[in-house]
């Protein structure tokens, strides 16, 4: 349900900041830190164990997201719909981050990452369903790109900062302090909607599948989830690829240092683009443009596997994936078939950003030992990312 009042910076500043405290939490520990304990642990089996342990959390996501999603927008208590969610999962994520950080075994590491995902979801699942409620159309691309910037600059800030840090639960503790202000800061200064007065209609699988059955939001969600599998097949394992065919000494500051690549890309495109599509009133050029862009990244670290290679992969793909994150959510935000289940169906969506995050990891160790290395892989996650460049196009909703 939108409202038809326009946002201003008073919601924008402070959605902002828990979208960026969300993906530092998200990103930091999936790209870095559990990697870098994974060597500490057992680094012979470290590419395998790290596809088990981020397989593991993108399955619990699959199942979360939709879940708490469709349990939000029924909830009826004092505290509205989505605060519950929203300080529930910080709470329960900052268990999760300090279970990672005294992590001293696979096994550990697999629960205290299963914990945060199931708790991440629930927050994001509350946090994305605050755009329908709160945003109206004319403003969602440029909504949505502070999100998408905050999904960038959230790996940035989250690898940078707690790579000051010596120890791997300070690390891990400051991700969770940092979770739980910025939820504060929303919660506290930005009202939860009135839910419907209609009584919500009961869980069932068919309800949950039941957005699927419209064409614009069945190809929303299955392009949606073609990019994220090429982006997540680039991006999974950029800290083993870095230094095993690259050859860098420190990895981790090469991570950090193609995201802030990235993220000074994402950030000439990412407000720019939302900002013309709002003001346009056109989704799927942007859409479309902006993923053949993040192609382009991809081929680019098949065919240039190479220090400079990987900082120019970075930057098209952090423009590239600036646009796509605003107006794409954007565009998704328009096809939804119930104002009245909206948490639901963006959860439905959010498992097309997890479904293939569940097996990628799987599929990069597949590559990397058995199907001819990186080049493979990353050529392989270009294609798939244009097949979801040609399937946008058959969304006949949006403009």
């Known amino acids: 349900m939108s409202v038809a ?3 201003s910076w008073r919601f924008m500043l402070p959605y902002t900041l828990a979208t960026l405290a969300m993906w530092m939490a998200f990103n930091a520990p999936g790209q870095v830190l559990i990697g870098q304990q994974l060597i500490t642990l057992d680094e012979a089996n470290k590419e395998a164990n790290l596809a088990l342990i981020l ?5 619990i ?19 509205g719909r989505r605060r519950p969610y929203l300080i529930g999962g910080a709470v329960a994520a900052t268990a999760g981050l300090l279970l990672l950080g005294v992590g001293g075994s696979v096994p550990v590491l697999v629960a ?31 909504v949505s790109g502070l999100a998408g910037l905050s999904q960038v600059l959230g790996t940035i800030l989250g690898v940078g900062l707690t790579g000051l840090l010596p120890v791997m639960l300070a690390r891990y503790a400051l991700l969770g302090a940092l979770l739980l202000l910025a939820m504060l800061g929303f919660v506290l200064t930005s009202r939860d909607p009135q839910a419907p007065t209609t009584p919500p209609a009961p869980l069932t699988l068919a309800g949950f599948l ?16 073609l990019v994220t599998l090429g982006y997540a097949l680039g991006t999974t394992y950029l800290l083993y690829f870095l230094r095993d065919r690259v050859g860098l000494n420190d990895p981790a500051a ?45 081929l680019t670290l098949a065919l240039l596997p ?18 796509y994150l605003a107006v794409d959510v954007a565009l998704i935000t ?17 498992v097309a950003l997890t479904l293939p995050q569940t097996f990628a990891p799987a599929l990069c160790a597949l590559f990397v030992s058995r199907l001819g290395g990186y080049t493979p892989l990353f050529l392989a996650a270009a294609v798939i990312t244009l097949v979801s460049a040609a399937l946008v196009q058959g969304i006949r909703g949006v403009r």
Do not use: C
């Open 210 to 225: 039941s957005p699927l059955r419209h064409r614009d939001f069945a190809l929303a969600w299955l392009t949606r989830g």
């Open 5 to 7: 009042a326009p946002v």
């Open 254 to 298: 090469g991570v950090f240092q193609a995201n802030l690549a990235a993220g000074g890309a994402l950030l000439l495109t990412v407000l720019l683009g939302g900002v013309l599509s709002d003001r346009l009133g056109r989704r799927k050029v942007f859409v479309i443009g902006s993923t053949v862009v993040i192609a382009a990244g991809l």
């Open 55 to 59: 397989g593991v959390g993108a399955l």
């Open 306 to 323: 190479t220090w400079p290679g990987t900082l120019a992969a970075a930057a098209l793909m952090g423009a590239g994936f600036g646009v």
């Open 112 to 142: 205290g990452w299963g914990l945060t995902q199931l708790a991440l979801n629930a927050y994001q699942a509350a946090l994305t369903a605050v755009i329908p409620d709160r945003v109206p159309p004319s403003q969602r691309a440029t």
């Open 61 to 79: 996501s699959l199942l979360a997201n939709p879940i708490f999603g469709a349990l939000s927008d029924r909830a009826r208590g004092r505290l």
């Open 334 to 350: 328009e096809v939804l078939p119930s104002a009245h289940d909206s948490a639901r169906d963006l959860g439905v969506i959010n």
